[in-house]
């Protein structure tokens, strides 16, 4: 985020999409769906905006999106939550991020994430004045291990932040490392803050909340959004979870970064949550299908791939392919077949780039013809 005369740089996302529509290729680069989603939240937000909620709504968010997301963590998780004082809702989930580890963390505190991580983790963490430190996902199969955990977290760790399911990795972390994770937390006392934006889009897997096990609710802040669970990323609806006393510290924070969040969206989002089962496994259905037909796509193109159990993302190796840096082959990509892609760098620290030097992540989260589009005009690299 900062060069070295503490320059502030554009965040790869808006680059890589000024780079799609300077060039018109296919953005598989930033994640964001081309279709909207269910016809009940946009009607639900277009009556909301008809019926006067254009003003500033409660800085904890409306009463009844509170209970919203308290009813969804009972129903999918059997987390029993407080809407009255265990919920905030806040402006995506990056505000939650941001709030969070601006309350909970000192200058100067060790904040342990796992790496490659979200651009925004980095950047937030610098500017709460705390220190990262990363535990690496090893290619391919992006699970932290055991020993590098336990030598990350110490008694200096004042949060741990997670992302699971996983941008860009894919992967969901297992009952066996959360529970792992938990011991550290309670033994070194440091707060576990995790980013489960993606937590409906899985396949084949179940997502594990870190809230839910023993002993780990106490310390834990769980984010999320309804951007991608409803197709509306423009909208900044996030929301975080956690006891009464962590809320009323990050809402201090909240409520001088934006006071409160928009008034319309929020009994939309609430509409949203309350939708049946159905519409939840839907979404995962329909999204692993368009997993599926980039991933193959990308292997008929001569990438190696690795596939995701969950997210937005798919990474391939763009070494079969003949480029050992990926930072050259997304500059090359959108001319030499009209697609863009993230090198997977743009998530790592200059420490640990070498070893995803040759990834590229793209994001599937497109409507079928588009990813069949992207797939053929990939296989020109072939040519
Ligand atoms: N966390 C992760 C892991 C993400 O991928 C994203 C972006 N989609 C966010 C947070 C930001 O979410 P929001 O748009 O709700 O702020
Ligand atoms: N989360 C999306 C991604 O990872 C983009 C969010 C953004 O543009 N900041 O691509």
């Known amino acids: 985020l900062f060069g070295p005369a503490g320059e502030v740089h554009p965040t790869i996302f808006a680059e890589m999409t000024s780079l799609a529509v ?22 639900a937000a277009r009556a909301a905006i008809a019926n006067g909620h254009n ?17 969804h963590q009972e129903r ?12 905030l809702v806040t402006t995506g989930a990056t505000e939650a991020l941001a709030a969070t580890l601006l309350a909970l963390s000192e200058p100067g505190d060790e904040i342990v994430t796992l790496e490659p991580y979200y651009d925004a983790y980095g950047a937030l963490i610098r500017l709460a004045g705390a220190q990262p430190r990363t535990v690496p996902l090893p290619h391919p199969s992006y699970l932290p291990s055991r020993e590098q955990l336990t030598a990350a977290i110490t008694d200096r760790t004042r949060i741990i932040l997670l992302n699971t399911p996983h941008n860009p990795c894919g992967v969901l972390l297992p009952r066996s490392t959360l529970e792992h994770i938990v011991a550290l937390a309670r033994q070194h006392n440091a707060w576990i803050v995790t980013d489960e934006v993606y937590e409906h889009l899985t396949f084949g897997v179940q997502h594990l909340p870190i809230a839910s096990l023993p002993g ?7 984010i999320s959004s309804g951007g991608k669970t409803f197709n509306t990323t423009g ?14 510290a990050i809402q201090s924070v909240k409520q001088f970064l934006t006071y409160a969040s928009g008034a319309p969206f929020q009994p939309a989002i609430a509409t949203g949550l309350r939708l049946p089962d159905e519409y939840f496994s839907q979404i995962a259905t329909g999204l692993q299908a368009k997993r599926d037909l980039l991933s193959e796509g990308l ?11 969950g997210g937005y993302f798919v990474i391939a190796d763009a070494h079969s392919v003949g480029y050992e840096d990926a930072v050259t082959l997304c500059r090359e ?18 420490e640990h780039s070498p070893a995803y030097a040759s990834l590229v992540r793209f994001a599937y989260c497109k409507r079928t013809e588009v990813l069949r ?11």
């Open 333 to 350: 990509l959108p001319e030499r077949a009209g697609v863009v892609g993230v090198p997977v760098t743009a998530f790592c620290s200059p």
């Open 299 to 309: 292997s008929a193109a001569g990438f190696e791939v690795s596939v995701p159990s």
């Open 55 to 71: 003003q500033y709504p409660p800085g904890r968010g409306t009463p009844d999106l509170r209970e919203a997301i308290a009813e």
């Open 22 to 43: 300077r060039t018109g290729a296919i953005n598989l680069g930033q994640g964001f769906p081309d279709e909207d989603g269910p016809t009940e939240l946009l009607e």
């Open 216 to 222: 780990a609710a106490e310390r834990t802040v769980t």
């Open 235 to 248: 909208w900044k609806v996030g929301w975080l979870t956690a006891s009464a006393e962590a809320v009323t």
């Open 76 to 87: 999918f998780y059997g987390i029993h939550l407080n809407p009255s004082d265990e919920v």
């Open 373 to 383: 589009e992207a797939a053929d005009r990939l296989s020109r690299l072939r040519a």
